[in-house]
């Protein structure tokens, strides 16, 4: 059985860190579809079953109106009810898990990658591989993700439905950007050039000069610190394979060249006075200092049409310079599985319903933007958007995590984006890397200890030597050998094992 092996903060952040490139504000939400697709369920017979569905919602205790809604849709295709159970971040994190152990019903719920091991190590989740006669739609939607959720030999859930790559990027103030005389041409970052990088050290230069007033770079994510959008390191840093993915041999991310290198540029960034002297201990992100108009760029992953959502969070317009390739990996795509849990007291019934959730635009609408009419209407661009009178500020119901969700791709778009979003979406996925371990989740069970204490080192070296608030030549070495003495290599052998033996099964 699985341990829980990731201390929480860490691996919420990382989490969190994921589901950020999906999307979350309402400009980062669209759609090209407001039908549902064909759904193979088929209509329960006997009394309505009721299934109690957990998903995260920002606010709990409003979903009066949408579960009526939900269950007029449900009791027409499935002869079945709804009990929409929201829960936050909060609830998820201290309250739920006693929930489940308690044993208060659920049928289906949401799980984040950093609670999987302990759910699965509870006995909560059911192993969907033995309910695939209800699935067949998610099967067909899903196609090869679907074997992102497997665990061994069994299926945790299905991933929601999503962009699937997450490359990470400089958003600079396009105002400043124009100022200075600057293309997006100019720039051709890339990690197969370190030298490419030396275009950004000149861009911070000029905005220091003349905006001295302004930081030319901040926030609290960088390089070296994004690991995810440069190695796959099957959900840690402790032993990733480089390049993208592009090799099966594990190795230590913090001794290879391009760490090495994204820490030395950091390091003149930060001698040189275009970070902010607090940026290795402040956790605010970027975009909210830029929203300030105190930081000219900041470093974060990004998915298709980010730039409109990062100008209505901040007001600004901004040019992205692209630092990384795009690559799909298993963390990215299994970051949120929906599962059937085993309090259940009908799993076939429970699979049937989240088989039809896959394939229904009304229900995804619903859960996400709320009553039509009521808390959002289509508008004349067939666009979803607040009702005359309704705002942020007063409206009822509005979720917007659609990144969350069973389908996000049939969702109705919120005003403000392109009506093909989805479809740039799928494009912008088209091409990924895909990493030589997708497909693979690691077990970590033989060294939860290990990657326990690799954390405890990680949280003490990790933001200072990344962000260049010290000297990477003499704190580097100290950083990897405390590493190894909490056992990183333990770590990594077991990455490898593994690896080795999943690659021989698929052969």
């Avoid at 100019?186 to 197969?192: L, P, Q, R, S, Y």
């Avoid at 995590?401 to 494009?427: C, H, R, V």
């Avoid at 996925?429 to 997708?438: L, P, R, T, V």
């Amino acid at each position: 059985m699985l341990k829980k092996v990731i201390a929480l903060t860490a691996a919420l952040a990382m989490t969190l860190t994921i589901l950020a490139g999906c999307g979350g504000g309402n400009t980062s939400n669209g759609n090209n579809s407001g039908t549902s697709a064909a759904s193979s369920s088929t209509v329960s017979k006997g009394e309505p079953y009721t299934v109690n569905f957990v998903y995260h919602a920002p606010k709990e205790g409003n979903q009066g109106e949408v579960n009526e809604l939900i269950n007029k849709l449900t009791m027409k295709d499935l002869n079945m009810k709804v009990n929409l159970m929201p829960i936050g971040w909060e609830t998820y994190n201290t309250k739920y898990p006693a929930m489940l152990a308690a044993g208060e019903p659920v049928d289906i719920s949401f799980v984040f990658s950093f609670s999987r091991a302990a759910f699965l190590e509870a006995g909560y989740i059911v192993d969907a591989s033995k309910y695939t006669e209800y699935t067949k739609d998610i099967y067909k939607i899903l196609g090869d993700d679907v074997n992102a959720g497997y665990f061994g030999d069994e299926l945790l859930g299905f991933p929601v439905v999503g962009s699937r790559s997450m490359p990470s990027g400089i958003f600079v103030r396009k105002d400043i950007f124009d100022a200075l005389g600057y293309k997006e041409t100019d720039f051709n970052v890339n990690t197969e050039d370190m030298s490419s990088f030396d275009k950004l050290t000149e861009l911070f230069s000029k905005i220091k000069e003349k905006y001295p007033d302004v930081i030319p770079f901040d926030g609290n994510r960088i390089f070296g610190q994004n690991f995810l959008s440069y190695v796959d390191g099957l959900g840690d840093s402790f032993g990733v394979l480089e390049n993208y993915g592009q090799t099966t041999k594990f190795t230590n991310w913090y001794e290879s060249e391009q760490f090495k290198k994204f820490a030395q540029l950091s390091r003149d960034w930060y001698t040189k006075g275009y970070m902010s002297k607090d940026i290795a201990v402040s956790k605010e992100e970027g975009r909210s200092k830029m929203t300030t108009g105190k930081a000219a760029s900041f470093f974060a992953s990004y998915v298709a049409n980010q730039q409109a959502g990062i100008k209505a969070q901040t007001g600004y317009d901004t040019v992205l310079i692209p630092c990384s390739l795009n690559m799909k990996d298993t963390t990215k795509v299994n970051a949120v599985l929906n599962s059937v849990m085993y309090q259940s007291k009908n799993k076939e019934n429970a699979f049937k319903f989240l088989n039809w959730a896959y394939t229904n635009a009304d229900f995804n609408n619903y859960l996400n933007w709320g009553v039509p009419d009521k808390d959002w209407v289509v508008n004349s661009e067939g666009l979803a958007d607040y009702p005359e009178g309704i705002t942020s500020t007063n409206v009822n119901y509005h979720e917007d995590f659609s990144f969350i969700y069973p389908n996000q791709y049939l969702m109705t778009p919120w005003a403000g984006n392109p009506k093909d979003l989805w479809e740039q979406y799928k494009k912008f996925d088209e091409g990924s890397i895909i990493s030589k371990a997708y497909g693979l989740n690691f077990i970590p069970s033989e060294v939860s200890g290990e990657i326990g204490q690799c954390n405890a080192v990680l949280a003490k070296y990790e933001s200072a030597i990344c962000f260049g608030a010290v000297d990477p030549e003499t704190t580097l070495a100290k950083f990897n050998k405390e590493l190894y003495n909490a056992g990183l290599q333990k770590v990594i052998d077991a990455k490898q094992k593994q690896m080795d033996a999943w690659l021989e099964n698929n052969k």
